[in-house]
């Protein structure tokens, strides 16, 4: 099929998108419409952990959709058990509420949060979050981040987000007040350029949070599920959150979602949250089919080795061209341009076959599978000198 034949007008405009339908994938590829083949390096934004159509995901999708899809979320499921007890006995939290997508999840944080507040905290209902945070599209989770121009896009906000800077400890604490109710950050921000918080940091924020009575938040949508070579992020600082947050990477490309939190913390009473689809055993199944790959030591072990690896490409690839360096953590990494010609490398390396992504004019970033080859990540890293060398020109 040509691309003028598809009906592209059927579709509500919300980007530019490059016109290309994609039809097919394996592993680190995709396939167009032409039969053209694309090393990607996007993999759907950190979603398929597992690469593109991965057996325990496609295995996991036959079997449970013949046994049963959706029994509707009143009642209980076996899937939905058994996730959630896999989760929570991998994580420092003991209760898990499962939703479609990481802005639900976050959303289900928030009044999470709010509720503990209402109900041991005088009405507390304040959440500090950071400037250039990533937490979502719907109003609350848009008001929570901190992006540039969202505060006004669909004004007015949602109240109660005062906003601290990442590393910054005496930012957070200048804005704690009567109302705070927690604190709330991605352990590695991640669309505003992929800036690690500090070890520093976390550590000090959950003794500052700690010691102030506060609920602390991870938004772990991007940095979960293996992305940073722990099974979760927070396990980096040696820390436990209060709450944290999990999507993308949990599903390995299906819509998955949690919110999971500690015992004292899980104060949800009867009618204050739910969903048509949340924690469906055909998602539950593909979750656990995923946590049951990405958890085992041997496989995280090999993310932090290929994360080195493709760290120290990038490493030598910025000196070679006299960019600003590589930074992230595990396969989550950015390579600063020292130029706003992101764009343009996207569409060059596109064109090329090849898929990466730039969050920022003069960043771009890196969400391999999580079982990316070495071989891919030297091919990936040879596509992206062609293009930013032509870029440059
Ligand atoms: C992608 C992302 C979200 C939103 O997840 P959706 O599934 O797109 O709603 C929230 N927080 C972080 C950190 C993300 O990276």
């Known amino acids: 099929m040509q691309f003028q034949d598809y009906p592209v007008s059927s579709l509500m405009n919300i980007a530019a998108r ?3 339908v994609f039809t097919h994938g394996e592993g680190s590829w995709l396939v167009d419409h032409t039969g053209k083949r694309y090393l990607d390096f996007v993999q759907g934004w950190a979603v398929n952990c597992l690469g593109h159509n991965p057996p325990a995901v496609v295995d996991a999708l036959a079997r449970q ?18 996730f959630a007890k896999r989760l929570t006995d991998q994580s420092c939290f003991q209760r898990v509420f499962f939703t479609n997508s990481g802005a639900e999840a976050n959303e289900g944080a928030i009044k999470l949060a709010r509720r503990w507040g209402r109900k041991l905290k005088g009405g507390a209902y304040e959440i500090i979050t950071f400037d250039r945070a990533f937490h979502g599209r719907t109003l609350a989770t848009m008001s929570a981040s901190g992006k540039p121009g969202w505060d006004t ?43 690690p918080a500090t070890v520093e940091f976390m550590q000090a924020l959950r003794k500052l949070t700690r010691e102030r009575g506060l609920l602390l938040i991870v938004d772990e949508v991007q ?56 924690g469906n055993p055909l998602m539950c199944a593909v979750g656990s089919a995923v946590l049951d790959v990405v958890s085992d030591p041997a496989f995280l072990e090999s993310v932090r080795q290929t994360g080195d690896y493709l760290s120290g490409r990038l490493t030598d690839l910025s000196t070679r061209l006299g960019l600003q360096g590589d930074r992230g953590a595990g396969l989550l990494r950015a390579l ?58």
């Open 18 to 20: 490059p016109e290309i």
């Open 65 to 82: 959709s013949r046994k049963l899809i959706n029994p509707s979320p009143a009642f209980y499921n076996e899937e939905a058990l058994a």
């Open 153 to 195: 896009l669909f004004a007015p906000q949602v109240p109660g987000f005062p906003k601290a800077t990442l590393n910054d400890l005496d930012s957070v604490e200048k804005l704690i007040g009567p109302n705070t109710v927690g604190v709330m950050l991605e352990p590695v921000q991640g669309e505003a350029g992929v800036y």
């Open 223 to 278: 940095t979960g599920v293996g992305r940073t070579g722990k099974l979760f992020a927070y396990e980096h600082s040696g820390i436990e959150p209060d709450i944290m947050t999990l999507g993308k990477g949990i599903g390995g490309g299906v819509p998955l979602a949690a919110l999971l939190s500690r015992e004292d913390v899980s104060v949800f009473e009867y009618g204050d949250q739910g969903g048509t689809y949340n």
């Open 336 to 393: 600063d341009l020292g130029a706003d010609i992101g764009a343009k490398v996207v569409e060059i390396a596109r064109d090329d076959g090849l898929l990466i992504n730039s969050p920022r004019p003069a960043t771009l970033r890196f969400m391999s599978a999580l079982n990316v080859s070495r071989d891919e990540i030297d091919r990936m890293i040879d596509g992206t000198e062609r293009a930013i060398a032509i870029a440059r020109k």
